[in-house]
Structure formats: structure tokens, C-alpha cells
């Protein structure tokens, strides 16, 4: 029997624990990188640094041009969460991410029965939260970029004005949508073609209403977009279709400018996403139970090896689904990173069985409020994340998002701005589980000038004062575990960046139980030792788009090569990313 047919066969084996592609060498600079899911805006990037910006102004450059050239997630309609780390060792986070309309309440999303509408949350103006990303864009230019912004605007203007011309990674992208580009006629007028047909590779897809946006933010900054005949034909644009956005929400939307929730592993210092993030603390708290385990004398995705990491991810997911945001809720985000609780976890975990989820209490929900469990986020897999470094080792790591493809699918007239269905993120009513099987808590529902829990995890990795690694991806709630598998697979195991993102990846989230294997990402005998240990477990497509940049080699210890400083590494599971060095 061939290979491929064996896979075939078993479908969550590969053989051996070798990756899920064959390996392949991370791409190498000697100054800086930038790594995005699309080659055009890995491109601006790179040249904004080569033009002397810092890079903050490269990452501002790149969300711009990833809102024209990847709209099905890139956006100046969405938002989204930055983690920022400076050579002087200072670090900020900025949640830019989008809240609730001052007109929302708790039940918007169900009928008069209290039973939840279907798609209503998903689909449509009632869909969309206030838009971050501009205000985001602006606020990281603003505090810590060197150069103005018409510079860092240019190419994204350019590429929306001139058009750039469509691949067959950009087409199938846009097929995703189809039926609703067509249902909405201002976007029907960008994604598709004139005579209503889907533009094919090889086409120039031009954007002159999104040009014409984005020149106005550009020469009169934010207010041009919160404060100007854009958010006047968004609020229009939503009232007319049963939406709740008003020119109030837009003025009163505010960026937080917060400290990143931090934590260590083997040495490495971790800065990583606060709430309203859940995917941070999930993070930590697995990192902080690993580092009681010699993960690298387990082995690679050994039996014990990955019992370990299922079970730490089993707790921290029952601990992550009663946070909330922090200015509604009080998240026990202390003791849920703290070394002593893990500790405590590590003496309770058995070794060599599974863990029943039901035998887990969610401190987080028992913690922060006492109310009843409903819905946990809705989080789309359909999100975007980049990761960047300058010659100076600024990094910044990016996740930004309009939730699903093209979000609410809906695009206000002559803006060729996309709108999110962030509102989506909420829970919708309680006791209802969502599409994921997440389970959440009441602090997560609907309510006026709130910001949804999130998955999103921008994450940089230093040690001594100095960055060694960028990493982040979407994914919904698989996010945190998509990070932990690069982090792990660079800091245990010594893969290079790009085998770290290439290995194939498991994910356990507290419920639904089954463990979420990637076909072909475990060997035989892990599988059959795992499931004689009562583990279940239920292979799954691959998941995830990380984007990570590693500094001083291709893996750690190993040293330059060829001179080069910097690595970058792409998720190939998602055609289209590129890693450009400076």
C-alpha cells in the first residue's frame, strides 16, 4: 500500500511524526521581515522598512493594504487586537477590536418566544459591531511610528485605485462569497463583475470607492472616517437595513491602550493578549502547566507528549469560558496564570488517562460571575494575522479580523468599505452552546458599548531583554492552540520557524471532548496509545493560518546563515502568505 493510501486508510496518521508538509527552509533576512497571508501586503511592508520606517509603520502600511487586497479578511470596517514590543523592552497592547452599538441589548438576537434567530447574529446590519481598525491604525501611528501616514497609505491607495491583478488564490477567496456579494448591491458592484459573473484569475480587480476612503484618511485622519461622510453613509447604510450603528457609536468609540498579559516559559518572556482576549490567558495557563513537564525528553508528539498538552489545554479552556470584558467583568486572570495553580493542576492531572471534562469545574465562570452558562464567542476561523520585526527588533504581532469571510457580508454604498459581523462573538442566549460547542458564560452577552470575548492572540516571545520570536493566527477558538504548537515546536522540540508552523496540530477545548486532530499530524502509535488511554479522537481538516518570524536562526541555537538575522515562516495550509525580508 502506497503512502497516501495508508494516510487514507487512517486518517489521522502520518507515519512517523514527521510534519504535515514536507519540510522546507524558512526564509532568511539580515534586517527585517514581515510575514502576512497575502504576498502583496507582505510586500508593502517590507518596503516600508526598507524606506527607514519602524515597524509600526510597516504593520499600519500592511493592515491598510490587506484591506484591499485580502478583503475577505483584511479591513478598515473590522478590528482587531496589536501586541507591540519596543527594543528598549517596552511592550503595549492596543484592543482595538469592535463593540457593541449604544442601542444594543441582551436579547437583539431572538424572537419573541427568547428562541435565538438563525444566522441573524451572522448576516446582515444587525450583524455589525463599531469598526476599530482605523482608530487602532491611527493610535499605533501615532504613539510609537516614525513616519507620516500619507507615506504609510500610499501603496494601499494605490493598489485600491490602480487594481492589482487577481490570482488564483485571490478568486477562490472571493468565491467564497458569491451568493452574498450578489444579495448586496454595493458590494455586488466591487466583487463581482460588471455583467454579475465572478472575476476570474488574471483580472484587475479595482476598487475606486475604497480608493477614495482611503485617501480621506489619509489627508484628515480618523475623524475623516468616524466623523465624516463615511461613517454618515455607514449609520445610513444600517438604518435603512433594521441595523443599530449611529454617528454616536462611531464618535464614542475608544482604543484601550493596555499592559499585555505576560508569562514565561523555559526562560522566554511572553507577551500575549489581555481581555477582553480569553485566548491569551488560555495560552499562558497551558504554558504555565507545561513548564512543570520535560516536554523535549517526552518527545516530540509522543503519546506522552501530547496527553500532557491535551490535558493542560482541557483545564485552560473550562478556566477561559467565564472571562468577559474587563470593564463589565472581573476576570481572575491572576490566578489563572499564576505558577501556583498550575502547580496545583500539574498534582491533579492523572498521567496516563483521560481526564473526564465533566470532572472540571470553570473557576473563571465561578470566579467572575455567577450567572447562568450560555453561548461562548461565535468566533470565525475566518480571520487574518501578521507578524513583524525591523532592524532595530521592534516587533509588532497583528490579528485583525471582520470575523467571517467578508463579515456581515454587507458594504455600505460608494465607501467599498466591507462591514463585520462581529456581533457575532457575543452570546446570543443563555444555555445555548454555539457553533464550536464552546461553552461560555453570561459574561460574554450583548450589551451597549461592550467589546465580545475573543480568541485573538498576537504573542512575541523574548529573552534578555531582546525578541526571539512573532507569532499569531485565526482560527476561532483553536487560535491559542495553533500558537502553542509554534511555541512549543520552536522552544521544546528545535524546529525551525517554518516546521514549526507546518507541523500538524491538536486541539482540545474543554467541550465538546473529542481531541481535534489534523489528518496526518500524529503517528500510528500515538494514536492507538492515546485512544487505549480513553481518548477520543476526531480528525479534522487543517486548521489555521499562523504567520512567525524567529530571530537569530532558522531554529534556536542554530545561528545565522549566510548572515541573515531573521527568519520568516508561513502557514502553507492557506495559499497566498509570503515572508519578504529587508
Not at 477567496?173 to 450578489?182: E, P, Q, S, V
Request: net charge negative; with cysteine; aromatic share 6%.
Amino acid at each position: 500500500m502506497s503512502p497516501e493510501r495508508a494516510r487514507a486508510a487512517d486518517p489521522l496518521a502520518s507515519g512517523g511524526g514527521s510534519p504535515v508538509h514536507d519540510p522546507a527552509a524558512p526564509v532568511g533576512a539580515r534586517h527585517g521581515m514581515v510575514v502576512t497571508a497575502q504576498a502583496l501586503a507582505s510586500r508593502v511592508g517590507a518596503q516600508v522598512l526598507a524606506q527607514g520606517g519602524n515597524a509600526v509603520d510597516a504593520a499600519v502600511a500592511v493592515g491598510y493594504a490587506l484591506a484591499v487586497v485580502y478583503p475577505v479578511a483584511g479591513n478598515i470596517g473590522g478590528g482587531g487586537f496589536m501586541t507591540l514590543r519596543q527594543p528598549n523592552g517596552h511592550a503595549v497592547f492596543l484592543d482595538f477590536r469592535e463593540r457593541a452599538p449604544l442601542s444594543a441589548t441582551a436579547t437583539m438576537f431572538q424572537d419573541a418566544d427568547g428562541k435565538v434567530v438563525p444566522g441573524l447574529s451572522e448576516r446582515g446590519w444587525k450583524a455589525v459591531g463599531v469598526p476599530g481598525s482605523v482608530l487602532g491604525f491611527e493610535t499605533a501611528l501615532r504613539d510609537y511610528g516614525s513616519l507620516p501616514r500619507a507615506t504609510v497609505m500610499a501603496p494601499a491607495i494605490g493598489l485600491a485605485r490602480d487594481g492589482f491583478v487577481l490570482g488564483p488564490d485571490d478568486v477562490a477567496l472571493l468565491d467564497t462569497t458569491t451568493a452574498g456579494f450578489k444579495a448586496d448591491p454595493a458590494s455586488r458592484r466591487v466583487f463581482l463583475r460588471p455583467d454579475g459573473t465572478r472575476w476570474q484569475a488574471g483580472d484587475r480587480l479595482i476598487q475606486a470607492d475604497l480608493a477614495r476612503t482611503l485617501e480621506a484618511i489619509s489627508e484628515h485622519g480618523p475623524q475623516a472616517f468616524y466623523d465624516g461622510p463615511t461613517a454618515r453613509a455607514i449609520v445610513d447604510a444600517s438604518s435603512r437595513a433594521g441595523g443599530l450603528l449611529s454617528m454616536r457609536d462611531f464618535a464614542a468609540y475608544k482604543v484601550r491602550t493596555l499592559k499585555p498579559l505576560t508569562c514565561t516559559y523555559r526562560g522566554f518572556h511572553v507577551d500575549t493578549a489581555p481581555p477582553p482576549s480569553g485566548g491569551g490567558v488560555a495560552l499562558c495557563e497551558i504554558l504555565e502547566i507545561l513548564s512543570g513537564y520535560d516536554m523535549a525528553r517526552l518527545g516530540f508528539h509522543t503519546p506522552a507528549a501530547i496527553q500532557r498538552e491535551v490535558e493542560a489545554m482541557r483545564h485552560a479552556y473550562s478556566d477561559r469560558q467565564g472571562l468577559g470584558d474587563p470593564q463589565w467583568v472581573h476576570d481572575p486572570v491572576a490566578h489563572l496564570v499564576d505558577p501556583a495553580y498550575a502547580a496545583a493542576i500539574r498534582r491533579a492531572t492523572p498521567t496516563d488517562r483521560a481526564t473526564p471534562s465533566a470532572a472540571l469545574v470553570p473557576l473563571a465562570a465561578a470566579s467572575a460571575v455567577r450567572q447562568a452558562q450560555d453561548a461562548g464567542p461565535h468566533e470565525k476561523q475566518e480571520t487574518t494575522h501578521y507578524s513583524i520585526i525591523d532592524r532595530n527588533g521592534e516587533a509588532v504581532s497583528v490579528t485583525y479580523t471582520l470575523n467571517g469571510w467578508f463579515g456581515a457580508q454587507v458594504m455600505a454604498p460608494d465607501t467599498g468599505v466591507m462591514l463585520n459581523d462581529e456581533m457575532d462573538d457575543f452570546a446570543s442566549k443563555a444555555g445555548a452552546a454555539n457553533m464550536y460547542g464552546l461553552v461560555g458564560s453570561a459574561a460574554n452577552a450583548v450589551a451597549p458599548g461592550k467589546t465580545p470575548l475573543s480568541s485573538m492572540s498576537p504573542t512575541i516571545l523574548s529573552r534578555n531583554g531582546h525578541v526571539v520570536m512573532v507569532i499569531g493566527s485565526p482560527g476561532g477558538s483553536r487560535i491559542p492552540t495553533i500558537t502553542l504548537s509554534a511555541i512549543l515546536g520552536v522552544v521544546d522540540y528545535h524546529r525551525t520557524i517554518q516546521q514549526a508552523i507546518d507541523d500538524g496540530r491538536i486541539h482540545e477545548q474543554w467541550r465538546p471532548e473529542p481531541v481535534e486532530v489534523e489528518r496526518g499530524a500524529l503517528p500510528a502509535a500515538t494514536i492507538e496509545a492515546l485512544s487505549h488511554e480513553g481518548y477520543v479522537l476526531q480528525p479534522h481538516a487543517p486548521w489555521g493560518s499562523a504567520q512567525g518570524i524567529l530571530v537569530g536562526g532558522p531554529a534556536l541555537g542554530a545561528g545565522p546563515v549566510d548572515g541573515n538575522l531573521v527568519y520568516g515562516g508561513i502557514d502553507r495550509r492557506h495559499p497566498g502568505a509570503a515572508a519578504i525580508g529587508e
